[in-house]
């Protein structure tokens, strides 16, 4: 599995993929992501450090995804990230968060003093039946600018039954109007019971990816590896 890699269009940063004890949350219907984890915090913490040894610093930017939420790393992890971004110059952190952990994102920032830190929800879609009745992904809230607060970017997930032309744009307008940036994942095969719907996927790339694809505010990726990291 690639862990490391180098984002060199739009928003330009590095990106690793490190492991912690795994997505507390665990019950997003659609997600298998969570499997890439261990109960041992040393484990983690070696592996993590042969990802990060790789780090140069070229963009003055990192990105940190792991199986869940930059809250599952363990202690020396997180304490690594940020020696290694000081000594390689790096000034902004990106890190995922669960909307679970609303509460602690203030004592995020704290802990990450220094850094410019861009925390990206996993929000997936506004449209609270499909998050919430098919995707079971615990954001009890509706409001768009409640949901968005404290965060500064968020994911979505597209390519999924139900889901039209019409709600894959109105996602795609809410999301840039309440958050810095957001990033599309395109719904892929997995292991979970929820299959990409080919009519949307198709949708989407005929008729919103050209719309976007220059779009400096949206990433998109149409396959899991398009930013270099996993399997």
Do not use: W
């Amino acid at each position: 599995m690639d862990r490391y890699s180098v984002i060199t269009e739009k928003r330009k940063r590095e990106i690793v993929l490190l492991r912690g004890r795994g997505c507390a949350y665990r019950r997003c219907t659609f997600c298998d992501y969570h499997l890439d984890c261990s109960p041992s915090d040393a484990d983690n913490f070696a592996l993590n450090a042969d990802v990060l040894a790789r780090v140069t610093g070229k963009y003055g930017e990192l990105e940190v995804i792991n199986s869940g939420s930059v809250f599952e790393l363990d202690e020396r992890t997180r304490g690594l990230i940020k020696s290694v971004c000081r000594d390689k110059g790096i000034t902004v952190i990106h890190f995922e968060v669960h909307y679970m952990y609303k509460d602690k994102l203030a004592d995020l920032r704290r802990e990450f003093d220094g850094f410019t830190l861009k925390l990206k929800l996993g929000l997936e879609t506004f449209d609270y039946d499909l998050r919430e009745r098919v995707l079971h992904k615990g954001i009890a809230d509706r409001d768009p600018a409640v949901i968005a607060d404290g965060v500064d970017e968020a994911n979505f997930l597209f390519g999924l039954s139900g889901q039209t032309e019409q709600s894959m744009l109105a996602d795609i307008k809410l999301g840039l109007s309440n958050f810095e940036r957001i990033c599309i994942n395109i719904m892929c095969d997995n292991s979970t019971a929820v299959k990409p719907d080919r009519a949307v996927t198709d949708v989407f790339r005929t008729r919103i990816y050209p719309i976007y694809k220059d779009d400096e505010r949206v990433d998109i990726l149409l396959n899991n590896t398009d930013f270099g990291v996993g399997e």
